[in-house]
C-alpha cells in the first residue's frame, strides 16, 4: 500500500511539473512539434490539451484517493498511513507542530496555480481541444483572427487603464 501511495504521489508530481513547467516550455520549442504531433491524441483525451483542466484532474484524483483511504480505513482498522506522513515531513524538516498549517499552506498554493493557469488562458476549451494536426484551412484562420482580436482587446484594455 505504501509503495502504491508513494507512486501515485510521484506521477500527480510528474502531472504537475508537467502542466506548469515542461508543457508551456516544449511547447514554445520547434524540435519538440513532433513529441506534440505524438502526444496530441492522449492529452485530448486525458485533459483536452488544457493546462487548467489537467491540473483539476489532478486534484480530482488526489481526492478521490483520499476518500478511498477514508472508506477503507473504515473497515479497516489497522491500516495508518501515520508512518509515511510522518517520514514524509520529517524528510522535509516540517516541526510537528506545523504539519496541519503546511497541508493548509499546500491546499492554498494549489489554488494559486489555478489562478495563474486561468490568468494565462488564452483560448477558449473548444479552441483548445482540437487536434492541430487536423484543423481545416478555414478553421486555422478563424483562429488565427481571434488570436489577434484578442491581442487587440488585451492592448487597448492595458492602455485604457494607463
Given at each position: 500500500?505504501?509503495?502504491?501511495?508513494l507512486?501515485?504521489?510521484f506521477?500527480v508530481?510528474?502531472?504537475?511539473?508537467?502542466?506548469l513547467?515542461?508543457?508551456?516550455?516544449l511547447?514554445?520549442?520547434?524540435?519538440?512539434q513532433r513529441?506534440?504531433?505524438?502526444?496530441?491524441?492522449?492529452e485530448?483525451?486525458l485533459?483536452?490539451?488544457s493546462?487548467?483542466?489537467l491540473?483539476?484532474?489532478l486534484?480530482w484524483?488526489?481526492?478521490?484517493v483520499?476518500?478511498a483511504?477514508?472508506?477503507?480505513?473504515?473497515?479497516?482498522?489497522?491500516?495508518d498511513?501515520?508512518?509515511i506522513?510522518?517520514?514524509?515531513f520529517?524528510?522535509?524538516?516540517?516541526?510537528?507542530?506545523?504539519?496541519g498549517l503546511?497541508i493548509?499552506?499546500?491546499?492554498?498554493?494549489?489554488g494559486?496555480?489555478?489562478?495563474?493557469l486561468?490568468?494565462?488562458?488564452?483560448k477558449?476549451?473548444?479552441?483548445v481541444?482540437?487536434?492541430d494536426a487536423?484543423?481545416?484551412?478555414?478553421?486555422?484562420q478563424a483562429?488565427?483572427q481571434a488570436d489577434?482580436?484578442?491581442?487587440?482587446a488585451v492592448q487597448?484594455?492595458?492602455e485604457?487603464?494607463?
Amino acid at each position: 500500500m505504501t509503495a502504491f501511495l508513494l507512486l501515485l504521489a510521484f506521477i500527480v508530481a510528474l502531472g504537475f511539473l508537467y502542466a506548469l513547467v515542461l508543457r508551456p516550455w516544449l511547447k514554445k520549442q520547434s524540435w519538440a512539434q513532433r513529441f506534440f504531433a505524438w502526444v496530441d491524441p492522449i492529452e485530448l483525451v486525458l485533459f483536452k490539451k488544457s493546462e487548467t483542466i489537467l491540473v483539476g484532474r489532478l486534484l480530482w484524483l488526489g481526492g478521490l484517493v483520499v476518500t478511498a483511504y477514508d472508506g477503507a480505513a473504515t473497515f479497516v482498522t489497522s491500516l495508518d498511513l501515520t508512518p509515511i506522513t510522518t517520514r514524509f515531513f520529517d524528510w522535509l524538516n516540517v516541526p510537528a507542530d506545523m504539519r496541519g498549517l503546511s497541508i493548509s499552506a499546500f491546499v492554498g498554493i494549489i489554488g494559486l496555480l489555478i489562478n495563474r493557469l486561468r490568468k494565462t488562458t488564452t483560448k477558449p476549451l473548444e479552441l483548445v481541444a482540437v487536434p492541430d494536426a487536423s484543423l481545416p484551412p478555414a478553421a486555422a484562420q478563424a483562429v488565427a483572427q481571434a488570436d489577434a482580436a484578442k491581442d487587440a482587446a488585451v492592448q487597448a484594455v492595458a492602455e485604457a487603464k494607463s
